[in-house]
């Protein structure tokens, strides 16, 4: 039998299955655009890669060089969070990294180690909380910082992001990111801590950031196409067949 496909358009307006959107304006949320990464991941790579190699011959030990190879790129999220008063996590991880690895390697004499090592605890700790977030509370940790990201400080965002919420393939959507995410960072972490501690410092700020580059930016792209899939199917599933006739009223009830 012959068949028409009738796409959603055909639909009635309301429907509690329908993907949320901001009445306003006709925003919906959507994964966050990665140009607004780029400054955080040069001053977070970089930059510090530049400095190192220009200070080392100056200073007297691989701790001083990494330590002043960091100022920059806190200092960059410093001024971006006074500009914007916002904050991305990559960011965030370069700040407390530095501020933490700093005091750590202070507090131990000078240890390069804990310098090389610093951002790695906060991506492990972040890809930790992933995976608990997954089992304690009511909402798995992606969807939380998915909605920072997309909806920023909006409070109409904010609420059209949170009925992402009722739809049950956003839910099976947001466990299954904040898995990969959590699993991905986890293993990242593991990584670099093993480079910190086999590789020479020249060596390893070379190679650390291109790990983390490789982990992050697969799973970022990933992230996108997995969403993306899911919005393609959820609209597929809104095609209906119907039988074609000579004078077939198509329209639904």
């Known amino acids: 039998m012959f068949t028409r496909r009738v796409q959603d358009a055909a639909r009635p307006a309301a429907s509690g299955d329908e993907f949320p959107r ?86 131990l004499g000078g240890n390069a180690f804990v310098l090389k090592a610093r951002d790695s605890l906060f991506t492990f ?42 739809l049950p393939a956003s839910r099976a959507v947001f466990r299954a990111l904040t898995f990969m995410w959590g699993v991905g960072l986890v293993l990242d972490a593991l990584a670099r801590v093993l480079l910190a501690a086999l590789l020479p410092t020249s060596r390893f700020v070379v190679i650390s950031p291109i790990v983390a580059a490789t982990f992050v930016g697969s799973m970022f792209v990933a992230t996108i196409w997995f969403i993306r899939w899911s919005r393609d199917r959820a609209a597929g599933a809104m095609v209906v067949d119907v039988p074609e006739g000579p004078e077939q009223d198509v329209s639904l009830s």
Do not use: N, Q
């Open 22 to 107: 901001d009445p306003r304006d006709g925003w919906e949320p959507g994964p966050p655009d990665i140009r607004a990464f780029l400054p955080s991941a040069i001053g977070g790579a970089i930059i510090p890669i530049a400095v190192y190699f220009a200070v080392r011959p100056h200073v007297r030990s691989d701790a001083v060089a990494l330590i002043l190879a960091g100022v920059p790129a806190a200092a960059w999220v410093v001024i971006e969070w006074l500009r914007k008063r916002t904050m991305d996590p990559i960011g965030l991880i370069v700040l407390l990294g530095f501020a933490v690895g700093v005091g750590a390697s202070y507090s």
């Open 125 to 166: 700790a972040f890809g930790i909380a992933c995976l608990v977030s997954l089992v304690v509370g009511s909402r798995p940790l992606m969807f939380r910082l998915g909605r920072v990201l997309s909806a920023g400080d909006d409070p109409g965002r904010r609420e059209v992001f949170d009925r992402l919420w009722d």
